[in-house]
Every structure is written in C-alpha cells, then in structure tokens.
C-alpha cells in the first residue's frame, strides 16, 4: 500500500524491516475521562489501517498502552498528573479510576467494531522497562539529573524537531498560558524521563528507581512498551496528530539515542475531529461520547461510516446534522444489502476478484476510505447475482467493519417479525400485543385470504370463546377483550 509518512512529510510505499511482517505501535487513551468520539476517530482510523494491512496480506503484530500514570496536564511535563485529577473528581483511587475508564473504552470500541490489538499494556505494568532505558541514557549522556528528576537532554541530538510544523515559539515550553516554566531543564524542549521531587506531593503511585522514589514520565512510556514487545525495529507508529509534537518527537529522542539506530520507520497522524467551536479534548471536560450517541438514537457504526467517508489525514467537523446524514446513509446501505437474496447460486470467482483488486488499489492509496464506501455501492449495482455480490461485500467489510450483513440479517429478522404480526395481505393486528391471541388473529387472516371460511369462522368462535373480540377494519383485524 502507499501511506503518507509524517516523518518524511511524502506518501510512500509501505515497506517493513522484516518481509511480510508488521511491527505496530498505538498511542493508547490516558484512562482518566471517557474516550470521546473525537478519540476514538483515531482509534477508528488505526482500526481500520490494522485492517486492511491483514486484508493485503501482512502479518500484524499490533502493540498498545494504557496510559494509566505520569500523563501530565500540558503534553510537556507541567501540570497534574491527569490520572490524579481523574481521581480527585470522582473521590476515587487511581487504580479504580484506571480500571473503570480502560473498561469503558474497550467497551466503546466493541460498539464501533475497533478490534482489540494484539497486545494491551498499562503503562503500570513495566516500570522496570522504563528503568533500564533511563539508566541506559544517563550512561550514554544523553540524560541529566536536575532537582530530582531525570531530564532528556536534546542539546545531545543532531535532529530534533523531526514532526515540527510548529513554529519555535509555539515550542518554547513555559510560554504557553497558565504553564510554569520547569527552571530545572538545561534545553527548553528537554523533557522528564523519571520524575522522584516534584511539586505533586499526592502523586499516588511511586516507584522505587536508582533516583529515588517516583514515577515515570509520559513519552518513556511509549518506547518502553513498544522495546518491550514490538522489538527494536518498529514499522509503523499510530496515534492523533496531536501527539506528533511533543510526544512522538520525544519517542524518537529517546528511542534512537538508547538503541542507537533508527527506530521507527512510518508514522501515521490521524487529524482532528472538532465540533464548529474547535478541537474536542477531553480537558475540556464537555465531551461527545458512544453512550450519549447511542441515548440520541444513533447507531454507533453509523459514527464509524461518518468517519470512513472522510480522509484520516483531513480534519473533520463534527455536527449532528452530519452524524444524522450518516446514519442516514448507514440505513440505507443496511437496507439495500438486506435486499440481496442468498438463493444458494454460485459465487463467481472471477468478478469477486475483479473487485477485490480495485478494491486494494482505491483503499491501499494513502487509506481512502472513502473509496472503500463507494465501492460499497459500485458492488451494489454490478452486473453479478446477489450471492457473489455478498460474498464481495462480506470481504470489504473486513476491512470497513460496518456489520453490513449482520446489520441485514437483524433487519430481515425485524421486519419477518412484524411481518408475522401484521398478518399476509396487510392484515394489520392491533390489540394488547397477546403473541398467542396474534397468532390466532392471523390465523383467522390467512385462512380467510385463502378462503377458508368456515375455519376462520371456527377461530373466530375459538377466540369469542377466550372472550375476545375481532373486527375487520380496512386497514386489517383488529381485536379487543370483553
Ligand atoms: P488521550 O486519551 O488524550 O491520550 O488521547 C487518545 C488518542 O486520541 C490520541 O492518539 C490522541 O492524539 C487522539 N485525539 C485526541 N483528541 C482528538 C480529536 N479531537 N480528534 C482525533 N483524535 C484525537
Ligand atoms: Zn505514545
């Protein structure tokens, strides 16, 4: 495939260290909030790029963390440990918040059909990781001990700002608005790898290291679980483009300088969701989750094809209006796949793979979803019989993951149920909604429709008999107790 890599700012063709094999690392969610839509159009995004890596054939190994310690307010090291603060809000442990939130958000990603990566790690589970790193940079120089903390030195590097689309002032820490600047740095872009003094006394989880009793910053997080379980050479790195500039700068800093050679091949930004008054964040505190879609009536994967429709690499505006659009749409394609009828006839091979091909080709350039959900509709009007038209629809979807035939298979159940209590010949059964005395009504309708008479004058009596009372009206049986 052909992915735009932020690193060298160019699309290029999807290469791996070790042939046919995929090393990925995903930016996990700092478990202290819900993950908000904005969030998870990332995680829908890596999602779907896991996917279609599979679908071409790759061998995937895909590594994520939980954020569950050291996320500091501001992405540079100032601020309150988010965890805390998630914690302080809801007069509860970290721990309890960390579970509560990394429950949520898989439960979220379950709604929006997000496969689970292959390994899952709490950034809690590998302290000892992070040590060894640390301790691996001070004997290489490029850390410093300064007023109890463990600092990267970036002075160290011959390139740094390898994601800086910012401007310098943008990246002098201290100036931002309400961040105090840490007087403790050598370099203004130097950053903690291990905080032990700090102004956070209440820091509730602390670690003994060989700089005293702490905890670890942020970015050393990442590299430690990617070192850990995705090797030395990673192939693709994933996260929002917000943790491009200081997160995965930091990652490389510190990456490179501890293995000693390149470290991480392509990297892969999603943009931003916003809603028309900016970028959602969860900081902000008010925040569009799945649950509260789901309260409104819409269909979680409905949000996943709004954002399918538009390109990862775009920002993307979110109103209801579109999300209703959407939903819209989702029904509509639901309704036209639940149209196709599995007669048993033969698949035919040769346009399944007709389609496959472009199919590749259109999603495979720099991951246009979009295309993938036209050529939805391209399989809906081809010239085939409607079983090689499922089975190619069946095969996008491993990659689109819309549930288009589940999603029709529950409709066509739907719709067979209120079929059966509507009765053939529009015979519309109104009453309590008894199953039992239905099924009798409808009884009655068929084989009057069929011109059985005197049965369904025989069910007519059986149900008088049960003191019910039916009437035909125009618009079908109607039946009342009396
Ligand atoms: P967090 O839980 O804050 O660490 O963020 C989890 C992921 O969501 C990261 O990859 C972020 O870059 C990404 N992210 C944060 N805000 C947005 C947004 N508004 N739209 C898309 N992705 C976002
Ligand atoms: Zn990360």
Redesign the pocket.
Known sequence: MYLYNSATHKKETFTTHTPGHVEMY????????Y?????????IM?DVLEKFLRYEGWDVHRVMNI?DVG?LASDADTGED?MLKGAKREHKSVMEIAKFYTDAFFADCEKLNIKTPDVVEPATDCIGEYIKIVSGLIDKGYAYLAGGNVYFDTSKLGRYYIFNDHDEEDLAVGVREGVEEDTNKRNKNDFVLWFTKSKFEDQALKWDSPWGVGYPGWHIECTGISLKHNGEYLDIH??????AFP?HTNEIAQSEAYLGHPWCKQWF??????TNSG?????KGEFLTVSLLEEKGYDPLAYRLFCLQSHYRK??VFTWENLDNAQGTYQKLIRRVAALKDGGGAVDQEVVGQYKEKFIQQVGNDLNTSMGVTALYDVLKAKANDETKLAILRDFDQVLGLSLLEKAAALREKEAAQTASTGEGGFTITGEGDPAIDALVLQRAQAKKAKNFAEADRIRDELKAQGIEVTDTKDGAVWKRI
């Open positions: 995903t930016c996990g969610p700092t478990v202290y909030h993950a908000h839509i904005g969030n998870l159009r990332s995680y890596e954020t996320h988010k994933c996260g929002g483009i917000d943790n997160h930004h999603v943009h931003h969701l916003n970028k959602m964040s969860k900081s920002s993307l």
